[in-house]
Structures are given as C-alpha cells and as structure tokens.
C-alpha cells in the first residue's frame, strides 16, 4: 500500500521535537504525546525465520538474538515500528520498495551497498560449506569446490556469491530444505550461513550426519533499510547502536539465549 506523502515530514518533524519522551510501543503513546503531536506511521521492519536470530516465540512475538537487538534500538531511538516474519525474499523485496521498510539480518556486500542505508552491524556471522559426514569431501580453498553440486537459498547473498563467481548452485525456496538435500544425495554441499555457536545442526537432529568443510567467508550483518528513509532516522538508529554496544546491552542480549537450544528442545 503506498505509504502517505506527509509520513517522512512527520517523522521528521516528531524526532526534531524529542519524540523518544514518548514509549514507542505500537498502540502505547504516552498522552501528552499523541495530544500534542500527529501519529508517526510506523517503520516496517521485516525478517526471515533464522533462529536463534530472529524466530516467533510462543506468545506469537518475533523474537531472537538479531531481533531484540533491532527493537531494542528501536526504542532507544523513539521511533514506532511493527516487525513482520516473512520468506526471505519477500522480506528483502519490501525493504527495496517500500518507502517505510527495512529489513534484517542482511548481508551487506559491494553489489548491495548503494541499495540501501544501513544500519548496525545486528550481528555476525560465517559463510560455511557443510558436506555429509563420511562424504569424502575436503576442501582447502572455495576453488576446491567447482565440481560439486551447491545447494544455496534463492535470493540469497550466498547464491549470488557463488552463481557470480561461477560455481554450480542448486538454489531452494527455503534454506533448511537444503540439509534435507544433502542429506538425500541430491547436492554435495550446502553453502549455509551460522552464526558462530548456532545450534541450528543439533536442533534438527543434523549433528554428525552434516559436517562443516571449508569456511569461505566471515562477515557483520545489518538492518537495510529502503533508500528513502531519511538520514536523520539512520543516523537517529546508528547511535541507538553504537550507544546499546558500548553500555554492553547488546552482549546481554546475545547471553541471554545461551540456554535457548535446551530451552526450545524442552518444549
């Protein structure tokens, strides 16, 4: 839906005027605020299921290691939002089009640079290629890797990455249908992205059956925002971060989903 001319000048408008007085919950203005200034329309953030970086919790809530990151600057920053859980693709194609949208935790490469503002890093993560255990495969560089079949995620960096550069991909609509592949003998490695310390392999049942051969990429994440989002709101989140990182709140963040594999493996 096209987002109306006057949101970018209001939002303007509210953040000049000191608008993080204001709780910046959706439906949960202070009074003062929603009396003495119009309703800022909410930015549109949206994200992909990638646990434990951003997942639905079982109260029906977006939540995650990536996820608290980007709604707790959010709300440092004062500034109203509503977090939407979508395929990948979906999610990356709001963030190019809509004036209003950004989406996270998107990997931040020279093809992608002048598409968006960025704002982070949100988290961290490494480029892997996983092979079935007892495969055979060993791999000292990402060249080593040319006669094999790759599995990628459709509209993904990685698949852009590798199809760019030559390499033989297979890509899938969904990037945990490509386990199942490997797994099934219908590729011979999955080009899978993890954050360092992911339980993603052991949650699935995967550890030992998938092993990791060649790290072929290690880089930060971030919040991409559409290009006409005003700079005063990327600036505005820029320093929500900087200033959340150096009082440590992000790191409590990523602690406090140490326990999450044995606590989702509980329920």
């Known amino acids: 839906m096209p987002i109306p001319s006057i949101f970018f000048a209001t939002l303007a408008l509210v953040l000049a005027a000191g608008a993080a007085c204001a709780d910046t919950r ?3 203005l202070s009074p003062s605020f929603a009396v003495e200034r119009a ?5 549109y953030i949206t994200t992909e299921t990638a646990a434990p970086s951003s997942m639905l919790g079982s109260d029906g809530r977006v939540i995650g290691i990536a996820t608290d990151k980007v709604r707790t600057a959010l709300e440092r920053a004062g500034l109203p ?3 939407d859980l979508l395929p990948w693709k979906r999610a990356y194609a709001a963030a190019r089009t809509r004036p209003d949208a950004c989406v996270y935790s998107t990997t931040r490469t020279p093809e992608r640079e002048a598409l968006f503002k960025w704002i982070g890093p949100t988290d961290s993560a490494e480029w892997v290629l996983m092979a079935r255990a007892g495969s055979g ?8 890797a040319r006669p094999y079949r790759i599995g990628t995620y459709n509209g993904d960096a990685r698949d852009a990455y590798l199809r760019s550069r030559g390499f033989r991909v297979d890509a899938a609509p969904a990037d945990l249908i490509n386990p199942r592949k490997l797994l099934l003998g219908r590729i011979d490695l999955w080009a899978a992205a993890l954050r360092p310390g992911s339980p993603v392999l052991k949650q699935n049942g995967w550890d030992g059956r998938i092993v990791p051969v060649l790290v072929f990429n290690r880089l930060d994440v971030f919040l991409a925002c559409n290009r006409a989002v005003p700079d005063e709101v990327v600036d505005r989140l820029n320093g929500a971060f900087t200033s959340l990182e150096r009082e440590g709140a992000m790191q409590r963040i990523e602690r406090s989903y140490d326990n999450w594999n044995r606590r989702a493996g509980s329920r």
């Open 137 to 144: 495969i060993t791999l000292r560089t990402l060249e080593d």
């Open 26 to 28: 959706i439906g949960n």
């Open 39 to 43: 309703p800022v329309h909410p930015l």
């Open 81 to 83: 939002y509503t977090i």
